[in-house]
């Protein structure tokens, strides 16, 4: 099997790909790589290194996360949501919320615009 780096993704439509391989961790950081960028909506994978996150922010859309491997801890609403490798959570719009990195970990974000 030819598995191909970030660098030589090109584009994605019409083939096979490992999710965890196509954004790779980088020391002290938080490292995206948007997949899907339409109108209509983005698909944005994220690798966090351990204690890396995103602080409080809100969004206009609802945006699902999706945890790819490693483990989070989201808060939305000042309520502390804990997700692992297979878990997912919505973040409703409007809604602060904030993304802290348990374990190295990544994460697919789904937001679809309406």
């Known amino acids: 099997m030819n598995k191909k780096t970030s660098k030589e993704q090109g584009d994605l439509a019409s083939q096979a790909e490992t999710m965890a391989d196509l954004v790779s961790f ?33 969004a206009p859309y609802d945006a699902m ?11 939305i609403s000042g309520k502390t949501i804990r997700l692992v490798q297979g878990e997912m959570t919505v973040m409703p719009a409007g809604e602060p919320h904030s993304i802290l990195a348990i374990k190295k970990f990544k994460m697919l974000l789904i937001m679809i615009r309406s």
């Open 26 to 58: 980088q020391d002290g950081s938080v490292v995206s790589r948007t997949l899907v960028d339409k109108k209509t909506g983005t698909v944005t994978l994220f690798a966090f290194d351990q204690g890396q996150g995103l602080s409080e922010h809100t």
């Open 65 to 75: 996360v999706y945890v790819v491997e490693g483990e989070a801890s989201i808060v």
